[in-house]
């Protein structure tokens, strides 16, 4: 696997390169400090994951993200930083960012890596702990397109707002079991793995 690191420490860059490459499975094929130089150096290294910073001089993270998968729709972006704020989880699952994790977690970095590059959406559990609130916050999105009926996406939205099963059948009278087939049918509908993906789909689509 190719990786690509921006970071605007060039002491965390380089620490991040010892990390990634004592696994042995990941090459570190460059390293920028600030967005213009992930922008330049992905066009020219199309690396299979970049690894990269939220808050940077003169380019941030996200800005960097937006120019990148308006050129790459299916870059593999996972964002590595020390901040949780809520404006940037948001800003990050709606531009297609595949990964949003917190650099004290860095037990978690080369997992979350090896994720993304198969394809999967990775959160730090920081992150998922904040999902049912920003879901409530962000409004409604309308699922119609993919088929959603209207059951359907109820579920979702008390999924999103972080209800078990047995409370999602509570709330709308139905059996537990129903409930379960439910999400089998959204999951295959909207060809996703698991709840997580679920409500980060939900978000982004709000």
């Known amino acids: 696997m190719r990786a690509l690191i921006v970071d ?27 967005g213009h130089m992930a922008v330049e150096l992905f066009g020219t290294l199309k690396p ?5 910073d939220i808050r940077m001089d003169k380019m941030t993270g996200l800005e960097a993200s937006e120019h990148i ?11 590595l930083t020390t901040f949780s704020d ?11 960012a595949k990964g949003y994790i917190l650099k004290q977690d860095f037990e978690s970095i080369i997992p ?42 109820k579920i979702i939205e008390l999924v999103a707002e972080g209800l078990s099963n047995r409370e999602i059948a509570e709330a709308l009278y139905l059996g537990e079991g129903t409930v379960r087939n439910y999400l089998s049918v959204i999951l295959e509908k909207l060809d996703l793995r698991d709840r997580t993906q679920l409500a980060v789909f939900y978000l982004k689509r709000a």
């Open 86 to 96: 809520d404006e940037y989880i948001v800003q990050a699952l709606r531009l297609g």
């Open 48 to 52: 299979d994951v970049l690894l990269m």
């Open 8 to 34: 605007d420490d060039p002491l965390v860059c380089q620490s991040l390169k010892t990390i990634l490459q004592a696994d042995g499975g990941i090459e570190v094929v460059g390293m920028g400090h600030d």
């Open 69 to 79: 998968l308006s050129q790459f729709p299916d870059a593999r972006i996972l964002f």
């Open 112 to 153: 979350a890596i090896c994720a993304v590059h198969k394809g999967q959406s990775v959160f730090g559990d920081t992150i998922v702990t904040k999902l049912p609130k920003l879901l409530r916050d962000s409004g409604r999105a309308d699922l119609a397109e993919f088929g959603i009926s209207d059951r359907e996406q």
